[in-house]
């Protein structure tokens, strides 16, 4: 006898920002310290230095909205990036479970990307890493929002 | 006895092979898709079209063009109710290394993702490179 449960699941939604603006450094990670609303009963939770716990019983739905203001000099060589890691120090890509954002323009701000993530099961922690290649550093501001959708 | 786990609802696919977006013309994804999450939804490479009971959507792709300047590639997602989103055309992205780069959702329950380049298009080649077009959502039912 086999039995399929119906295809159904409830979800939290949890969002994070920054309480302020901030430097971020060349590979460093997002420091999210703000959480406007959260359903009740989410194991989600971002430690002081950056680092993602998520319930390995539950599936995600992420989109992350960068607000990056890059610091001069600007120029299309000198990219900036945004991904996601897991605790092994790997980037996460489509083929495994999360897009990046990458950023080439000689403007200075950068907002109009998304990063979507989506795992199953996650047993790691995970980040959100800047890169740029020139190695430089940038304000990441209160406009950078990280949506979580926590299916259970 | 067995018991499935409980199924999860979220999905991403993405292009197992490179693919150019041809000229004056509509293209779709290639029929060799991965699938990270198997079973939550299915794509039907016959009509380009994702189907789900219910589905949100995020269409979003990391190409090459090697005209910097070429302003008239847009991708699409069209919803069984006739509802298209369509993303920005690559005027924004001149000046970016000809690297563009963008993202759109869409909902419904049949899902028909495309690119389209208009015929007065730079003569340049946009490349979709492995891995690098992906739409990743929740189906529910």
């Known amino acids: 006898m086999t039995f399929y449960p119906k295809k159904t699941a409830d979800v939290r939604m949890i969002h994070y920002t920054l309480s302020s603006d901030a430097t971020i450094a060349h590979n460093g990670k997002i420091i999210f310290n703000s959480s406007s609303a959260s359903s009740s009963g989410s194991n989600v939770s971002f430690d002081g230095s950056g680092n993602l716990t998520l319930d390995e019983k539950c599936s995600y739905y992420m989109i992350l909205s960068p607000d990056v203001v890059r610091n001069l000099p600007l120029s299309s060589n000198r990219y900036i990036d945004i991904s996601m890691y897991d605790s092994s120090g790997n980037q996460l890509l489509p083929n495994t479970g999360a897009s990046n954002v990458e950023f080439r323009a000689t403007t200075a701000n950068f907002s109009n990307f998304s990063l979507i993530v989506t795992l199953k099961n996650p047993n790691q922690t995970y980040s959100f890493r800047y890169t740029n290649s020139n190695s430089n550093s940038a304000t990441l501001k209160t406009g950078t929002h990280l949506m979580i959708m926590e299916f259970y | 006895m067995s018991f499935m786990p409980n199924t999860s609802p ?132």
């Not at chain 2, 509509?26 to 994702?50: H, V």
């Not at chain 2, 847009?74 to 290394?97: C, D, F, M, W």
């Open chain 2, 10 to 141: 979220v999905f991403m696919y993405t292009n197992n092979t490179s693919f150019t977006v041809a000229k004056n013309a509509t293209s779709y994804l290639p029929s060799d898709l991965n699938s990270l999450y198997e079973n939550e939804t299915s794509y039907d490479s016959s009509s380009n079209s994702l189907e789900s009971s219910k589905c949100v959507c995020n269409f979003d792709f990391w190409g090459s063009n090697t005209k910097a300047n070429d302003t008239l590639t847009q991708h699409k997602i069209l919803n069984q109710s006739s509802v298209e989103v369509v993303g920005r055309n690559t005027s924004p992205y001149k000046g970016t290394a000809n690297r563009v780069e963008d993202n759109i959702a869409n909902v419904g329950t049949s899902l028909t993702l495309s690119f389209y380049r208009d015929s007065t298009a730079s003569e340049g080649v946009v490349t979709i490179a492995q891995n690098r077009a992906f739409f990743a959502g929740v189906s529910l039912k």
